[in-house]
């Protein structure tokens, strides 16, 4: 636990969680604004949250724009950490520019478990 810095939550207080709850959480979490949809109103969770509630330290950097991506680097990531053929980064390399993928794309690879 302690390795993958996650040893924080050892120190929660959820010692369970219901069906019910999960359930719920689920009935009101909408994709498409990525915020939960409450009677008061709408309502979304912040890094500053999950660190309040569940103890893990926020650290690093979420996105790193010092390096500037080109497309060989693009295409080597893509077909290396993400398991799209040669062809298919390719072809999504044409679509958008430089080193970026799509979401769309990026949403059919999970979808298809690829990610």
Known sequence: MEASGLHHLIYTRYSS??????????????????????????????LDDVYNLLHIPIQGHMLDHDAIMDRDRGLDLMI???????????????????????????????????I
């Open 80 to 114: 290396r950490l993400l398991g799209i053929s040669e062809a298919d980064a390719r072809a999504e390399q044409r679509t958008e520019s430089a080193g970026h993928i799509s979401y769309p794309t990026l949403k059919r690879l999970y979808e298809a478990h690829l």
């Open 17 to 46: 969680v219901t069906h019910a709850m999960i359930r719920a959480l689920c009935e009101r979490w909408h994709t498409e604004t990525s915020s939960f949809h409450l009677p008061v109103g709408e309502m979304t969770i912040t």
